[in-house]
C-alpha cells in the first residue's frame, strides 16, 4: 500500500516538473532558443512561474503531512514517557496496598482454651465473611454486614479507603481509558473472592468513607461464589 502511494507522487512529481516544459515547447518553441538570449530568459521565467503554480498545492502538503508525523511521533514519546512514569508509581502503590492487606489487616481469633492466634492475609477476609454469615442467621442482611465491619472497624476503613484511593490515582491519570481498565481489571483480578463479597456490598456500609468510585465499582463487580445464597 505505501510503495503505490509513493509510486503515485513520484508520477504526480514527473508530471508537474515535465507539464511547463512540454506546454513551453508546444506553443513557443523555436530554433532562436539556441543562440537568443531572450528567449532563454522568457524560457526561465514561464518554467519557474508556472512549476512553483503547480508545485505549490504539493509542498504545501508535503510540509502538511510533515507536521502530522511530528505531532504523533511526540505524540507517541510523551504516551510512552507518562506510560512509564505512571508504571512506576502504581506498582509501588500497589506494593504498599498489598503490604497491608497481608500483613497489617488482622485480629485476635480464640482457637480453645486460653489459646489465640493472629488472623491476617487472606484468612482476614474469609473469617471476616464467616462471621458475616453467623450474623446473619439472626439478622437482616445490612444488619450482619455493618456488624461484621464494626468488629474491625479501622482495618476495614484503611483497607477501603486505600483501594478506593489506589482507583482514584488511575481514573484521574493521564493514561487512555483502555489502559485504564487494564489497571483496574488488574487490580480487581488479584482480589480474593472474600475481599470482593465486602466491596461489592459496599453500598450497605453505614459509614461514609468517601468512597464512590470504589462503590460506583462495586455494581459491576462479579463473585466466583454467592455467600448470601450458599452457606459452608
Not at 4 to 30: E, G, M, Q, V
Not at 69 to 82: G, R
Request: proline share 1%; with cysteine.
Amino acid at each position: 500500500m505505501r510503495k503505490t502511494t509513493n509510486l503515485k507522487i513520484y508520477i504526480l512529481i514527473f508530471f508537474i516538473t515535465a507539464l511547463p516544459w512540454f506546454t513551453y515547447l508546444y506553443f513557443f518553441y523555436d530554433f532562436k532558443v539556441l543562440v537568443n538570449n531572450n528567449t532563454w530568459s522568457q524560457f526561465g521565467s514561464f518554467i519557474g512561474g508556472v512549476s512553483a503554480a503547480l508545485t505549490l498545492p504539493l509542498t504545501l502538503t508535503f510540509v502538511y503531512k510533515t507536521y502530522i508525523s511530528q505531532k504523533e511521533i511526540e505524540k507517541s514519546t510523551l504516551d510512552s514517557f507518562e506510560l512509564n512514569k505512571f508504571n512506576s508509581y502504581f506498582f509501588e502503590l500497589l506494593k504498599t496496598f498489598n503490604q497491608y492487606r497481608f500483613e497489617q489487616m488482622k485480629f485476635w481469633k480464640k482457637e480453645g482454651e486460653g489459646e489465640k492466634e493472629w488472623i491476617y492475609g487472606s484468612r482476614f477476609f474469609l473469617e471476616s465473611r464467616r462471621k458475616f454469615q453467623k450474623l446473619e442467621e439472626n439478622h437482616e442482611f445490612q444488619c450482619a454486614y455493618n456488624k461484621t465491619i464494626d468488629f474491625n472497624n479501622l482495618s476495614f476503613e484503611y483497607y477501603f479507603r486505600s483501594l478506593n484511593t489506589l482507583l482514584e490515582w488511575i481514573e484521574n491519570s493521564k493514561i487512555n481509558d483502555n489502559q485504564k481498565k487494564r489497571y483496574f481489571d488488574l487490580i480487581i483480578n488479584s482480589l480474593t473472592n472474600d475481599e470482593k463479597f465486602f466491596i461489592k456490598n459496599i453500598n450497605y456500609l453505614k459509614d461514609d468513607w468517601n468512597l464512590n468510585l470504589l462503590k460506583n465499582i462495586s455494581k459491576n463487580l462479579t463473585l466466583n461464589f454467592d455467600y448470601t445464597n450458599n452457606q459452608e
